[in-house]
């Protein structure tokens, strides 16, 4: 998959919509937007009403109520961080050898084995 293009329910055209394609007019328009993909860039698709997650998205009805929300991440230094957490954080999105240096303060890991269970915390 290279592109993905999601419907916008708004009466302007912003700048970052790609290759924008209208139907309809006023509050009965339908913008829809292409959004480039590549290896620096993911999605993340939430949902809310819309069956029990057994099914796939693509083989899921509407629903009445329901909403989705799809968040588009990309990261051009390919860091592992998205541009959008490196501008929040104050790093150069880039830049690969600058990124956020996240703290562990505390971590904790838990096994299991038949019956009986372990838990240990490091601080």
């Known amino acids: 998959m290279t592109a993905i293009w999601t419907p916008e329910y708004r009466e302007d055209t912003p700048a970052w919509c790609n290759e924008p394609v209208a139907y309809g007019a006023g509050i009965q328009r339908a913008l829809w937007c292409k959004h480039?993909?590549?290896t620096a860039d993911w999605w993340n698709i939430y949902t809310s009403?819309?069956?029990?997650?057994?099914?796939?998205?693509?083989?899921?009805?509407?629903?009445?109520?329901?909403?989705?929300?799809?968040r588009?991440?990309?990261?051009?230094?390919?860091?592992?961080?998205?541009?959008?957490?490196?501008?929040?954080?104050?790093?150069?999105?880039?830049?690969?050898?600058?990124?956020?240096?996240?703290?562990l303060l505390q971590g904790c890991t838990a096994s299991q084995a038949g019956m009986w269970s372990r838990q240990r915390s490091r601080s």
């Open 49 to 70: 009403g819309m069956g029990d997650g057994t099914t796939g998205l693509h083989e899921t009805p509407a629903a009445p109520g329901a909403t989705s929300l799809f």
């Open 36 to 38: 480039a993909l590549s």
């Open 72 to 103: 588009f991440n990309k990261d051009s230094d390919l860091d592992g961080y998205s541009d959008r957490s490196e501008a929040k954080l104050g790093t150069d999105e880039q830049d690969a050898a600058d990124y956020p240096q996240p703290e």
